[in-house]
């Protein structure tokens, strides 16, 4: 009875959206309706199954859940943790899955396929609604893909870097040959950089239906960030010899530069989602804002630099691979830059959405052209010295990541951070 004023709520809220809804919400609606009735329907026939499943549990457990197919960044990363971590332990049980759609990446859902078992949507939810009743449900048959918080990987590179088989030999060839079609010799190096912008969302929500989106539109526009910022570090990669990939799902702007070692591959009738993994996963270094395929780089342990950072809170601690540097958080009264400790303590390390930001009065600003060139000038220096720091950057480094923990603890974000810091914050920064 405790949970009537909740549902009696939620039947409310329904109806208001359908009010002030329009077309297109009265057909996902209509939808939503006919799938949840579907599965209600579904549910009567699975429970003397789910019944069976959970007499025998003691003996052998099965598990259910869902994959997070629809974001490349949880799909790539947590699939990775949980096929990697299933071949070196081997459980006792069965673990299903049924896969969230749009689905990102077909080329990875493939991969993974091999590995794990992957199941029609309706074969699956109607156990997991099962499992959720109090009375004959139990958590043991949640399937947990790994133990870190969502789209994290904070194990020690150094001591545990085991990754899936992600290509055939077929696949490498290809892959090195469309490398050669771009003017790659063998040996050359390249760089894949990537710029979040608005269109990046916009793709993403047209795909599927999003009540917040749909009415409020993108609310992380404060990631977002400026191609053209990135022409100068694009040419200072190509003065040293590398290419440059740009990278991207769908970008707002072409960027085009007078150089035969630029690629704008995110505009190129190349792209496909096999060439999006192999690219990333191949690549001498990766430079980012934060989103999406970079996980990729991440996975193959490969250097990455963060840009125009934005998530304090979650910024990248645990690889020694990786160099951050943030948006500068500015008051916009007073145009004073914020340090690191009055982010934390103004609550705008774990902002999530544009309106707390104009709430507060706070202005985010890109890094500079120049600061980002820097931050891979210090990345390059890391490479080069194959990341042993000098004794006066370790100190900075140090004090950093000590200022750092101390606010992570004490403001509850220790969750997405393990219990050593090995990343760097660029030094010219």
Request: hydrophobic fraction near 40%; include cysteine.
């Amino acid at each position: 009875m405790l949970l009537l004023p909740n549902k009696l709520k939620w039947i409310k809220s329904q109806f208001l959206q359908l009010k002030n809804g329009d077309k297109k919400t009265f057909v996902h609606k209509i939808k939503k309706l006919l799938n949840t009735s579907s599965f209600f329907l579904l549910i009567f026939v699975y429970l003397p199954i789910f019944l069976i499943i959970r007499l025998f549990s003691n003996y052998f457990l099965v598990r259910f859940g869902k994959l997070p197919s629809k974001r490349i960044g949880h799909f790539a990363n947590d699939l990775n943790l949980y096929i990697s971590e299933k071949k070196r332990k081997s459980k006792r049980g069965f673990d299903i899955f049924y896969a969230e759609k749009p689905i990102c990446n077909i080329f990875l859902y493939n991969v993974f396929k091999k590995s794990i078992t992957i199941l029609p949507e309706f074969l699956i939810l109607p156990l997991i609604y099962l499992n959720r009743i109090k009375l004959i449900g139990d958590a043991k048959h949640n399937a947990k893909l790994h133990k870190f918080n969502e789209s994290l990987d904070l194990r020690d590179r150094e001591k545990d870097n085991e990754i899936v088989n992600y290509f055939t030999k077929k696949d490498i060839e290809n892959g090195y040959k469309y490398l050669e079609e771009m003017g790659l010799k063998k040996g050359d190096k390249y760089v894949c950089l990537l710029c979040r912008d608005e269109t990046y969302v916009n793709d993403l929500f047209s795909k599927h239906y999003d009540l917040d989106y749909y009415k409020s539109g993108d609310q992380s526009k404060f990631r977002n960030c400026d191609i053209e910022d990135f022409r100068l570090v694009s040419e200072y990669l190509m003065s040293l010899g590398y290419h440059v990939f740009r990278m991207g799902q769908t970008v707002e702007k072409k960027f085009s530069l007078n150089n035969s070692k630029f690629i704008d591959y995110a505009n190129s009738k190349h792209k496909s989602d096999f060439l999006d993994i192999f690219l990333s996963s191949h690549c001498n270094f990766f430079l980012s804002t934060g989103a999406g395929i970079d996980i990729v780089a991440a996975i193959f342990n490969k250097p990455i630099v963060f840009v125009s950072f934005t998530l304090v809170s979650q910024t990248r601690s645990v690889n020694k691979k990786q160099l951050i540097i943030f948006k500068h958080f500015k008051n916009k009264n007073s145009r004073k830059k914020l340090t690191l400790s009055e982010i934390f303590d103004l609550n705008l390390a774990d902002v999530k959405r544009d309106e707390i930001f104009n709430m507060k009065g706070i202005q985010l600003e890109d890094n500079s052209p120049e600061e980002i060139k820097e931050a891979v000038a210090d990345m390059l220096k890391l490479i080069e010295n194959n990341f042993v720091l000098d004794k006066e950057e370790l100190i900075l480094q140090k004090k950093f990541w000590n200022l750092f923990k101390d606010k992570i603890d004490k403001y509850n974000f220790k969750h997405y951070h393990a219990d050593f810091f090995k990343s760097h914050i660029g030094y010219s920064f």
